[in-house]
């Protein structure tokens, strides 16, 4: 993310635009004072290299409520920022959108209770906003790929890849358990890097037979002369009943049928941190690059959009349309709809 702030501000400033970093997300906003910070060139130097987000992240109920977006709008207003990249996940995109229709309403609102001057006000008719998506989660409707994705997954495959020296070694089935409690991706795809025998994942919930299945597998890879088992388990994987399969269930299923001598490791936040990748670094350049192209050229009648990678191209698509989307998949995931949830995931 530090990357797409960096490539934001940078590539404003260079087209003459004014720059504020908003601190804290959307408490920041409501906040004011020290959270809307004007950048500079050299506010963002030294951050590409850095996970997380040097503006700091945070959920905010307050922008929920009216108030809430009150209180933010008259920050913006008095600052006369009238444009806005949101980097976030579906949550924010559409806490964004909700203020982006609202806006005429809201300014009113604050002139008429003396809140914000009408000259003031005048300046800022309408907000336009662009969306990036940060997720190490890959859950994103409309984009191949979403920022923190790609480091998540290089620190999952190097912890497999440590793990590995002690299951080859002492003849172990390591299950590993990898983030993403609605969305499999990252187990899907450390598979296939690790060449792990087994994967479960939240969109191809396991057959009531799963433990048989999986040992069958896991014996006969033994047999043809490997000698150790990866299995790795999303942290949302379940059954078809829809009953969660926890790392250690697997583990006990092995135990028990098999007698491996088996562990778990559940490799948690260490996946949401440290540098990130050559590749995320330069998606959120890009990103970041064409949000701000996009924000110049945008008019008050302009749709919303999101930045996303289609093939290796910079797009903008609809930002409604890929909410929608990508809240249709989760209600399917909710309604055990795995088919539709899967279907809907794919390209649009
Ligand atoms: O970013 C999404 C995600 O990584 C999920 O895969 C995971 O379940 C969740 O975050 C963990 O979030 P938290 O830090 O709030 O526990």
Not at 48 to 63: C, D, L, P, V
Not at 104 to 125: C, F, G, S, Y
Not at 212 to 235: F, H, P, T, W, Y
Request: aromatic share 6%; charged share 25%.
């Amino acid at each position: 993310m530090n990357s797409a702030v960096r490539s934001i501000t940078r590539m404003a400033i260079y087209c003459g635009c004014k720059v504020y970093l908003i601190y804290e997300g959307y408490e920041g906003m409501i906040e004011g004072g020290d959270f809307i910070k004007e950048a500079t060139w050299n506010t963002v130097s030294d951050i590409i290299q850095q996970g997380g987000t040097i503006i700091g992240s945070a959920r905010s109920s307050e922008f929920r409520t009216r108030e809430g977006r009150l209180k933010a709008a008259t920050n913006l207003i008095n600052r006369g920022i009238g444009r806005l990249v949101c980097i976030g996940g579906d949550g924010s995109l559409t806490g964004a959108n909700t203020f982006r229709l609202e806006w005429t309403d809201l300014v009113q609102e604050l002139v008429r209770t003396d809140r914000v001057t009408p000259a003031m006000a005048k300046k800022i008719p309408y907000i336009q906003i662009v969306g990036l998506v940060g997720s190490i989660d890959n859950d994103f409707c409309g984009t191949d790929m979403t920022i923190g994705t790609d480091s998540a997954l290089q620190r999952i495959i190097s912890s497999i890849d440590a793990v590995v020296a002690t299951a080859q070694s002492h003849q172990r089935a390591f299950v590993i358990e990898v983030m993403g409690r609605h969305c499999g991706y990252l187990a899907l795809v450390a598979a296939l890097a690790s060449e792990a025998d087994f994967c479960f994942i939240p969109e191809w919930p396991a057959p009531e037979n799963w433990r048989d299945v999986l040992c069958d597998k896991l014996s006969q890879m033994r047999s043809e002369g490997q000698r150790l088992n990866i299995i790795i388990v999303a942290e949302g994987a379940i059954d078809r009943d829809g009953k969660p399969i926890t790392a250690e269930d697997v583990k006990t299923a092995v135990k028990n049928k098999l007698k491996y001598d088996t562990r778990v490791t559940i490799l948690g936040h260490v996946q949401r941190g440290g540098a990130p990748s050559a590749f995320d670094r330069l998606l959120g350049c890009r990103m970041g690059a064409e949000a701000v192209f996009a924000l110049m050229e945008m008019t008050e009648e302009s749709e919303p959009c999101v930045i996303s990678i289609d093939g290796n191209v910079m797009v903008r698509v609809p930002l409604t349309k890929c909410v929608e989307r990508t809240q249709m998949v989760q209600k399917a995931m909710a309604d055990k709809d795995w088919d539709t949830a899967v279907a809907l995931r794919g390209r649009s």
